[in-house]
């Protein structure tokens, strides 16, 4: 068993916990959305400085939250990529320092790992192998999960990332950031066979198309004539409502029909989701009915360790640590970093 307590301040959320490998002792997450907002999108600066504001309070709550002091603690972890650098780097230097203090072993994390361990939070008697469906803003994928830091990636946008996608298609809708939220919001008002758009099929040189990869740019281009075209023909106000059911269902059509052909042709009999676009209620809902028919089981973490959080870090974290994998204090922070090289973090 390994009690961890871990930092992440890889975007705009800025979050601390402590976890016994898959027990959550205390999550603290304070999102910045409020203050992007303002912006449209993340302002990178302005998230680290408030990265910055925001840890020291956090790690104290953590701490008290969870009722356990420091000698209960046995290690330390931190996101150290991929993510925007300057934020990384805030938790990323608070982590190293934390355990140089507490002479506790430290180790740099990798977040989509973090988004695939939420599962574990979720159902903690699920064991490798399983395929895992990663829909974050920045990343989406369909990975093997063969063992812990064993990824292989099976499928992956050619372009935008699902949560990119949401997000810029909200701004499209005049509906503010981030999109996710509030087009599922508004979506459950609309007819989502109102407007037939295109599913971002990618055509293989030798006829055909991938099974696995997705490309969502064709989709969000589709949405913009579609307004254009209204707004020519005077439609106002905008269908946003239609809109925005059309436009999510097309997404969860398009992920689900991946996600479970590569289940099947790979033979794994579970299907763990992981990332904020994982909160979704149309792909939770379409996923899990097309999931029955084909007998998988199906795994959505609850909504809160969908969307970024420090528990899924520590949840990895204890897992790594168990298999005597640590980082040096020389570890950097990287903005990119590919889920199958995560154990270039522990020096492997
Ligand atoms: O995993 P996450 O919190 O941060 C990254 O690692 O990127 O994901 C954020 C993304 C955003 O693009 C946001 O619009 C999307 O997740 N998101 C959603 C929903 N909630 C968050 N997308 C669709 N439906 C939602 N309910
Ligand atoms: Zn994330």
Redesign the pocket.
């Known amino acids: 068993m390994a009690t961890i307590l871990a930092l992440e301040t890889?975007?705009d959320?800025t979050a601390v916990a402590i976890v016994r490998d898959r027990e959550i002792l205390s999550s603290v997450v304070s999102s910045q959305i409020d203050i992007h907002q303002r912006y449209g999108g993340i302002v990178p600066e302005v998230a680290s400085r408030q990265h910055v504001l925001t840890l020291g309070s956090e790690l104290e709550a953590a701490l008290d939250q969870a009722g356990i002091a420091w000698e209960a603690i046995d290690g330390v972890a931190a996101t150290s990529a991929p993510g925007l650098v300057g934020a990384l780097m805030v938790g990323l230097t608070a982590g190293k320092t934390l355990a140089m203090v507490h002479q506790k072993p430290f180790l740099g994390m990798h977040?989509l790992e973090g988004?695939i361990y939420a599962n574990y939070l979720a159902q903690p008697d699920l064991h490798p192998p399983y395929l895992c469906l990663l829909v974050?803003?920045?990343?989406t994928s369909l990975i093997g999960v063969q063992d812990c830091g064993q990824y292989q990636t099976l499928g992956q946008t050619r372009d935008d990332?699902?949560?990119?996608a949401?997000?810029k298609v909200a701004r499209l809708l005049g509906l503010g950031y981030?999109?996710?939220?509030v087009?599922?919001r508004l979506a459950k008002a609309g007819d989502a066979n109102a407007f037939p758009l295109p599913e971002g099929n990618i055509s293989l040189p030798e006829g055909g198309f991938h099974p696995y990869d997705s490309s969502f740019s064709g989709l969000k281009t589709a949405m913009l004539r579609l307004v254009e075209k209204l707004q020519a023909e005077g439609v106002d106000p905008l269908p946003v409502a239609d809109l925005a059911a059309s436009f999510?269902a097309t997404v969860a059509r398009s992920l689900t029909k991946r996600a479970i052909a590569c289940a099947l042709d790979h033979g794994y009999t579970t299907l763990a989701i992981g990332?904020?676009?994982a909160?979704?209620?149309a792909?939770r809902q379409y996923l899990q009915g097309v999931a029955k028919i084909h007998n998988l089981r199906v795994i959505f973490p609850p909504l809160s360790l969908?969307?970024?959080n420090a528990a899924m870090i520590a949840c990895a974290a204890a897992d790594h640590f168990n298999r005597g994998h640590r980082s040096g204090y020389g570890l950097g922070a990287q903005s990119r970093l590919d889920l199958t090289r995560v154990m270039e973090l522990y020096g492997e």
Do not use: K, M, R, Y
């Not at 990332?161 to 990119?164: R, V």
């Not at 981030?178 to 939220?181: D, F, N, R, S, W």
């Open positions: 890889s975007c959320e977040h988004h974050s803003g920045g990343h990332a699902a949560g990119e949401f997000d981030p999109g996710g939220p087009i599922d999510q990332g904020g676009v909160a979704n209620s792909l969908c969307t970024d």
